[in-house]
């Protein structure tokens, strides 16, 4: 089993950045990508950016690119979200998502298990 808490959420205003944290614990000592969805109220779970195994190896939602960066630190069991230049339509329910393999994903029928979620509130 493998247990992802998510945190950093919070209030920010529109231009404001946050950095998302997601620790892994648990069975992690085979290799594992990550993702970053997302869902709005009243609107389905989105991609928003997953990275391999390796930190080279990272893919973003068109919504997010160049404004958004994701990164870890395997040593920590750690993957993190960078959010620069946040919009009020980025406001959601951030999740933090784990897979086997070494391969990106941008499915969430690809993840094996899932964080509870933190909550991102960009105010115009």
């Known amino acids: 089993q493998v247990q992802l808490v998510e945190s950093g959420g919070g209030l920010v205003q529109a231009g404001g950045s946050l950095r998302l944290s997601c620790a892994a614990s648990?069975?992690?000592?085979?290799?594992?990508?990550m993702g970053w969805f997302r869902q709005a109220p009243g609107k389905e779970r989105e991609f928003v950016a997953t990275i391999g195994w390796t930190s080279g190896n990272a893919y973003y939602s068109d919504s997010v690119k160049g404004r958004f960066t994701i990164s870890r630190n395997n040593a920590k069991n750690t993957v993190y979200l960078q959010m620069n230049s946040l919009k009020p339509e980025d406001t959601a329910l951030y999740y933090c998502a784990l897979k086997w393999g070494s391969n990106t994903g941008s499915y969430e029928g690809e993840y094996d298990y899932w964080g509870q979620g933190t909550q991102v509130t960009v105010s115009s």
């Open positions: 648990g069975r992690t000592f085979l290799r594992y990508a």
